[in-house]
């Protein structure tokens, strides 16, 4: 078990499910690690039981490198992951101990399926038919206006919300209009795979 002040918590990005994410991750001894679990720091045992059971025990995963780190507020274990490297982005590759596994431990317990239903519902986001170089697209919301619902409904950063939005892609309950594009914060036409097929005459056009 390590204290947070043993490690640094770095961005790192890589290519998972043959898309690139950025995510939090963590340096130890050379090795970039990223979060599997999280516990609140109450639940320090659990944690602690958890890790040896299903990480160091475990037939498979004993074979990769785990680390059980506490932070002030919580505790996550934290697997060896080779398909990271350390971000290059010139703004906000470092993480306080703080602040990452808690954002992270945040990001999880958001239900997407229930973010989506809270963007379709009426305090949701701005959905409706919009016009691309002549073309009527139905019940679209913009990638960018998302974004920012997200950041005011969750109180998350801009890259944890367009972090959410892929999640919605990834599950196939939204998708971008032409299926072009990845979830981005731009001005960038999206929509709910239920309201696909909708009359576009419910909607006002734009």
């Known amino acids: 078990m390590l204290d947070s002040e043993q490690v640094e918590y770095r961005k790192v990005t890589g290519y998972v499910d043959d898309r690139e994410k950025t995510t939090s991750g963590l340096?130890?001894?050379?090795?970039?690690?990223?979060?599997?679990?999280?516990?609140?720091?109450s639940e320090l045992q659990q944690a602690i039981k958890e890790c040896r059971e299903e990480y160091l025990d475990?037939?498979?995963?004993?074979?990769?490198?785990?680390l059980l780190v506490k932070d002030t507020n919580s505790?996550?274990?934290w697997m060896r992951d080779d398909r990271y490297r350390i971000s290059q982005e010139a703004n906000g590759d470092v993480a306080t101990a703080q602040?990452?596994?808690q954002n992270a431990a945040k990001?999880?317990?958001i239900s997407v399926r229930q973010l989506a239903l809270e963007m379709r519902?009426?305090?949701?986001v701005e959905i409706k038919t919009r016009r691309q170089k002549l073309k009527l697209y139905q019940r679209c919301f913009v990638g960018s206006e998302a974004v920012d619902w997200i950041v005011k409904k969750y109180d998350v950063s801009r890259a944890d919300a367009v972090s959410l939005g892929q999640k919605l892609?990834?599950?196939k309950i939204a998708h971008h209009i032409t299926d072009e594009e990845k979830f981005e914060d731009k001005e960038l036409y999206y929509r709910f795979y239920e309201?696909?097929?909708?009359?576009?005459?419910t909607d006002k056009i734009v």
């Open 27 to 41: 340096i130890y001894q050379g090795n970039i690690f990223t979060l599997a679990k999280s516990f609140d720091r």
């Open 58 to 66: 475990h037939e498979e995963r004993t074979l990769i490198p785990t």
């Open 75 to 77: 505790v996550g274990i």
């Open 99 to 101: 602040e990452t596994p």
């Open 107 to 109: 990001l999880d317990k």
């Open 121 to 124: 519902a009426e305090k949701g």
């Open 169 to 171: 892609i990834d599950k």
């Open 195 to 201: 309201d696909e097929g909708k009359s576009i005459w």
